[in-house]
């Protein structure tokens, strides 16, 4: 079966210190992987999303980055966090056959910038 | 631009009673997926039901079902019999350019619902 990990589950970072957050997917191959970031109380803000191995689709210019080392890995970094860079952060995977769509997510991290 | 917009920042339902979570959409995509998801305190995000623009039928999966009205570029997701557990944040999101080999999903501002016992 397919599963999504995502760590770590929170994170308190000062202002000006990097960012890196994983997200691997097992049992699927060349997945359609996303990263999302919610606001408290808020909807989620797509930040990016890739298709294949270095392929990355940025939503929102901002201090974040992100990459795609291998086929079923996502990461997002940052070199200098900012206060705004607050958030639940979620990663998800979007699976699509002849009959149906569906995404998953993974636990989220959230991350506290102070 | 706003491209899904869930009008209803919270909504109150009685238990067993039915709910419908408003969702209404903008593309020019001819081929486009709408999904809603449940998101509880916890955080986690909870896939609930799928429905693709080319779908003849409405999606239903238990308890929840899609009244999908494409000429008015709405996705409505009705909740029956509610439950406690139901209580939650929804989130209606789409899924454009799937012929063309896009893949961007984007989410609305979500709707709180409270069931009330």
């Known amino acids: 079966s397919q599963t999504i990990h995502q760590w770590p589950a929170t994170l308190v970072q000062p202002v000006g210190s990097p960012l890196s957050l994983e997200c691997t997917v097992e049992g699927t191959s060349n997945p359609n992987l996303y990263w999302y970031r919610q606001a408290a109380g808020r909807g989620l803000q797509l930040l990016f999303y890739s298709v294949g191995i270095g392929q990355i689709s940025s939503e929102v210019p901002q201090n974040l980055s992100a990459s795609r080392p291998q086929d079923r890995q996502f990461i997002l970094s940052s070199k200098k966090l900012l206060l705004s860079d607050s958030g639940f952060y979620l990663c998800?995977?979007?699976?699509?056959?002849?009959?149906?769509?569906?995404?998953?997510f993974g636990q989220g991290t959230r991350l506290t910038v102070v | 631009a706003q491209k899904i917009t869930q009008t209803q920042p919270g909504m109150f339902v009685q238990e067993k009673e039915a709910v419908t979570l408003d969702c209404t959409y903008d593309t020019s995509d001819p081929s486009y997926g709408l999904f809603w998801y449940k998101q509880p305190s916890s955080g986690e995000m909870i896939f609930l039901i799928y429905?693709?623009?080319?779908?003849?039928q409405n999606a239903t999966e238990g308890r929840y079902s899609l009244n999908f009205q494409k000429a008015r570029k709405s996705a409505n997701l009705v909740i029956s019999a509610s439950q406690l557990g139901d209580s939650a944040m929804y989130f209606c999101a789409m899924r454009e350019g799937r012929d063309t080999g896009g893949f961007k999903t984007i989410f609305g501002a979500g709707t709180r619902l409270f069931v009330k016992a």
């Open positions: 429905q693709g623009s080319y779908d003849q």
């Open positions: 998800a995977w979007m699976r699509e056959d002849s009959r149906n769509t569906e995404a998953f």
